[in-house]
């Protein structure tokens, strides 16, 4: 699968912080979407972007899906501790049928 | 609870074993993908599954199979197991066969511990 990278690859901070991550592919992607995996779950979807140069919010998430089609980022505003976590960038190409996942930012948030 | 079902939660074999991994997608999900997570390697992709036939492969070793059942549940077997092979192994559904702009809903996931 095409290769994904996401940084950084960990990131500790305190409450209230902004947080920013993001990915780039070596491949052009028609879609890119951001997981959140807590210690012993599965990752859970938390934003899916379709459009180049969309900008999609949920709550104190927002991530944009960059206009070359090769990069995305996501953006956590005034951090909590619930946050903590790995945030994991995926993408689509085209012509692939499964989603290819970046290695992870790992989310440390202290009150 | 995300209505993907994966059994079991834990599984310790030995080195040469067999075992065989269960999932339950989502209600109404054709599509079953089996995910592999290890600490440097991420999640890697191993092979999709849509309405009981093979539709992509990955990163799948030819000691790993999988089979989709008539009631869209899947099974993934690991053979001469290794110690390497020790990790998380995750299976997702989506509703459709070339994946859904939606994404995945992800089970909880199956440790396996190699000894």
């Known amino acids: 699968g095409q290769q994904l990278n996401q940084s950084p690859q960990s990131m500790f901070i305190q409450e209230g912080e902004d947080v920013s991550m993001n990915c780039t592919s070596s491949s052009i992607f028609n879609t890119w979407l951001w997981y959140k995996q807590d210690p012993g779950e599965g990752p859970v979807l938390l934003i899916a972007?379709?459009?180049?140069?969309e900008l999609t919010s949920n709550g104190r998430l927002t991530a944009q899906f960059g206009i070359t089609r090769k990069d995305s980022f996501l953006n956590i505003s005034a951090s909590i501790p619930s946050d903590v976590g790995i945030y994991f960038c995926?993408?689509?190409?085209?012509?692939?049928?499964?989603?290819?996942f970046g290695k992870g930012t790992s989310l440390l948030v202290t009150p | 609870d995300s209505g993907v079902t994966q059994t079991p939660k834990h599984l310790i074999t030995a080195t040469g074993q067999r075992v065989t991994l269960r999932c339950s997608p989502r209600?109404?999900?054709?599509?079953v993908y089996w995910y592999q997570q290890s600490l440097d390697q991420g999640l890697q992709f191993l092979i999709q599954?849509?309405?009981?036939?093979?539709?992509a492969k990955g990163n799948i070793l030819e000691r790993f199979s999988a089979q989709q059942f008539p009631d869209l549940h899947s099974e993934l077997n690991l053979s001469s197991l290794e110690l390497g092979d020790s990790a998380l192994y995750f299976c997702?559904?989506?509703?459709?066969?070339?994946?859904?702009?939606?994404?995945?809903?992800f089970g909880s996931g199956t440790r396996l511990t190699v000894v």
């Open positions: 209600s109404g999900d054709l599509s």
């Open positions: 599954y849509y309405n009981g036939e093979e539709r």
């Open positions: 997702a559904s989506s509703v459709e066969g070339q994946g859904t702009n939606y994404g995945y809903t």
């Open positions: 972007l379709y459009k180049a140069g």
């Open positions: 995926a993408g689509r190409s085209n012509s692939g049928y499964a989603l290819n």
